[in-house]
């Protein structure tokens, strides 16, 4: 099958239509059974008590801004090089869910903090990085606003996420390097005092429920996208005949 | 290689015809580090604490403000397509404007430095390492805004989308500089910071150039 | 010789133009004729390289100008909309810096000056020069630095009679020299023996 197979769009959508009930369906089964785990099986944690149950939102969060910032990534590096139309609209469309994860990490981190070192924010080099993050996402956004001519601007921003796709190890490296000069290794880390098996599946599955909510909102979005190309086709052709 | 240094001395001879753009980056620093004392207070010991960090914050907010006349200019009045024409490398020509951004901006702000330091009362230890980081790591500050300042020609008031582009790119470069400082400063060895830094700045010299001339052409169509 | 193959333009998402073909060889001038929106500023700086086409093939003695196109962009110089003339710098230093960058000595700037009438302006910054002034100096870069095929994007533009007749005068020279001209244009160059390609709305 040729690399342009579904690039056609109408094949898309149908396709997109199709797949999106069944992700957005399982999505919420998971979600039901990871929260049930979460929230009821697993036991409390003998040092943190219930509040160790935020990560299993937070940490499959965590995992998720990254994820999105990788699709993101790829989908741009796809469109630069062999400009696979639909390619520009899947980086488009990631960059808000992202977004959202990304700020999820980061309100459930401050939650997650309170009660563990007893103040709302730390500067945790994991919740420092997936700051940088939040930061890295919304300047993909804006870049994607400010540029009114949407095959232009779809460029532009595939070079920043490529540009950002190469820094993002980078800065990780840099703040770890930095959190570790500043802070002693006394203080509990979030990403978990050594995770244990009961607390391990459930983790799993709400990082699956996660991923099938990205691919169900990433088909509405960008279904919603090229509608909206449609119309403006549409309205152009009207205006110009 | 003619047409590249006769790009640089287009722009070197363009940058003291039209003047002011250092002497306002020089003054933008000056003043950002005079607001902190003011702020957290004149206590020598936390200034001499501090100010590893915010000498380098400051730099690297005055390279950042400086970056809007790196294209701005030379895109408006046609300038950069003729250049784009010159039938050199489109990296090449960003590369040229890139050094002559460092040598009107970036190597002020290094000699400068020392003596907002001494104004910090930042450790005597320390000025060797402030020096080097300066020398190493404001070229990196050229290379990684060259790219935001290419993608943001085309915006009508692009400063601040501009800022936001370009700074989280910018923390890796802040990160090895301070602490190359702090390092010396309290008697460690900052060689390790320093290679990194170096690292960065030498990723950057190849690969910033290239995302930039991407984008400069993209700004062209 | 210069040769462009069946030919289509994008402009945001609309095609402007498609399925043009164009060849101009040495000594001959082709002017781009149409309404406004017909696509002779696209056409232009798709030939410069400034914009990619979205279908065809141009070709320079029958050579792929895609595989190098650095190569094309030294031997053609393109006039567009903007003067690319700095008001820091006076005439003769703006002209100079243009033909430095594109590798040329500086032993024809005079004979551009003059060529443009703008001899007595050596050391005038641009900044105080009057509009037609100002493109005469954009135009005298034609002639400060050898290329072989010329873009013109309404190039008289602001000039007066008699910088058009220093326009007429500079590119009967370049086509006697065996030069190339693509100039879009609504008003008449007077130039003699022009190939004419006419571009129609979409």
New interface residues.
């Given amino acids: 099958m040729s690399m342009h197979y579904f690039a056609n769009p109408a094949r898309f959508t149908r396709l997109a239509a199709r797949i999106q009930p069944w992700a957005g369906g399982l999505a919420a089964i998971l979600l039901l059974v990871g929260l049930y785990l979460a929230l009821v099986v697993v036991p409390a944690d003998y040092q943190q008590g219930d509040t160790v149950r935020i990560m299993f939102v937070h940490v499959p969060s965590a995992w998720m801004a990254m994820f999105c910032y990788s699709f993101l990534a790829v989908a741009s590096a796809v469109g630069l090089i062999w400009k696979h139309p639909l390619a520009d609209l899947a980086a488009k469309a990631s960059a808000p869910i992202g977004a959202g994860f990304t700020f999820l990490a980061l309100v459930t981190g401050s939650l997650w903090g309170k009660p563990m070192w007893g103040a709302w924010w730390v500067w945790d080099a994991r919740l420092t990085s997936v700051l940088?993050l939040f930061?890295?996402y919304?300047?993909y956004m804006?870049?994607w606003q400010?540029?009114e001519?949407?095959?232009?601007a779809g460029?532009?921003a595939a070079?920043?996420a490529?540009?950002?796709a190469?820094?993002v190890p980078?800065?990780k490296?840099?703040?770890d390097?930095?959190n570790t000069?500043h802070q002693p290794a006394s203080v509990l880390r979030m990403d978990g005092p050594a995770i244990h098996p009961t607390m391990l599946w459930p983790l799993l599955i709400m990082a699956l429920a996660f991923k099938a909510y990205f691919v169900a909102l990433l088909l509405a979005r960008m279904r919603m996208e090229l509608n909206l190309r449609r119309i403006?086709?549409l309205r152009?052709a009207e205006r110009?005949s | 290689m003619r047409a590249f240094q006769a790009i640089i001395a287009r722009d070197l001879l363009l940058a003291v015809r039209q003047g002011g753009a250092t002497f306002l980056a020089l003054v933008f620093f000056l003043l950002t580090v005079t607001l902190f004392p003011l702020g957290i207070g004149p206590e020598p010991a936390i200034l001499a604490r501090v100010a590893p960090g915010v000498l380098w914050v400051a730099a690297l907010l005055a390279a950042m403000l400086s970056l809007d006349r790196l294209f701005q200019a030379d895109f408006e009045d046609g300038s950069l397509e003729q250049l784009t024409l010159s039938g050199l490398p489109v990296s090449l020509i960003v590369l040229a404007k890139i050094i002559t951004h460092w040598l009107t901006t970036g190597l002020p702000l290094l000699l400068a430095a020392p003596v907002l330091a001494v104004l910090l009362n930042m450790n005597s230890e320390g000025f060797t390492a402030l020096l080097l980081t300066m020398l190493i790591g404001t070229p990196a500050l050229s290379l990684i805004g060259a790219?935001g300042a290419a993608?943001?020609l085309?915006?009508r008031r692009?400063g601040v989308?501009l800022s936001?582009?370009v700074?989280?790119?910018y923390?890796?470069v802040l990160?090895?500089g301070v602490?190359a400082i702090?390092a010396a400063v309290h008697g460690l060895n900052a060689k390790p910071h320093l290679l990194?830094l170096a690292a960065?700045t030498m990723a950057a010299i190849p690969?910033c150039p290239w995302?930039a001339a991407?984008?400069v052409k993209?700004?062209l169509? | 010789m210069f040769q462009g193959r069946d030919i289509a333009c994008d402009r945001?998402?609309?095609r402007i133009f498609s399925g043009l073909d164009f060849q101009v060889s040495p000594g001959q001038a082709l002017v781009l004729r149409g309404p406004n929106g017909c696509g002779k500023t696209t056409l232009l700086r798709t030939a410069a390289t400034l914009l990619k086409a979205a279908a065809g093939k141009l070709t320079w003695n029958g050579a792929d100008i895609a595989e190098d196109p650095e190569e094309h962009r030294a031997r053609l110089h393109f006039i567009g909309h903007q003067d690319a003339v700095k008001g820091a710098l006076t005439v003769r230093e703006n002209i100079a810096v243009w033909a430095k960058v594109r590798g040329a000595t500086e032993d024809r700037i005079e004979a551009a000056m003059s060529a443009f009438d703008i001899a007595h302006l050596t050391d005038t910054p641009a900044q105080y020069l009057s509009a037609g002034q100002h493109r005469r100096t954009a135009l005298a870069r034609l002639v400060a630095s050898p290329a072989a095929l010329w873009l013109l994007d309404e190039p008289t533009v602001s000039l007066d009679a008699d910088g058009t007749a220093c326009l007429q005068r500079a590119i009967a020279a370049h086509r006697a020299d065996k030069g190339m001209v693509m100039a879009a244009t609504h008003i008449e160059l007077g130039l003699d023996d022009v190939e004419i390609l006419q571009l129609k709305l979409q």
Avoid: M, Y
């Fill in positions: 940088i930061f890295l919304l300047g804006a870049l400010a540029i001519d949407s095959q232009k460029k532009a070079v920043l490529l540009v950002g190469v820094n980078i800065i490296f840099s703040v390097w930095w000069l403006r086709a152009l110009t | 790219i993608l943001t085309t915006v692009g989308l936001l582009l700074l989280p790119l923390i890796p990160i090895f602490s702090d990194l960065l690969l995302a991407a984008a993209l700004s169509e | 945001g998402e609309r």
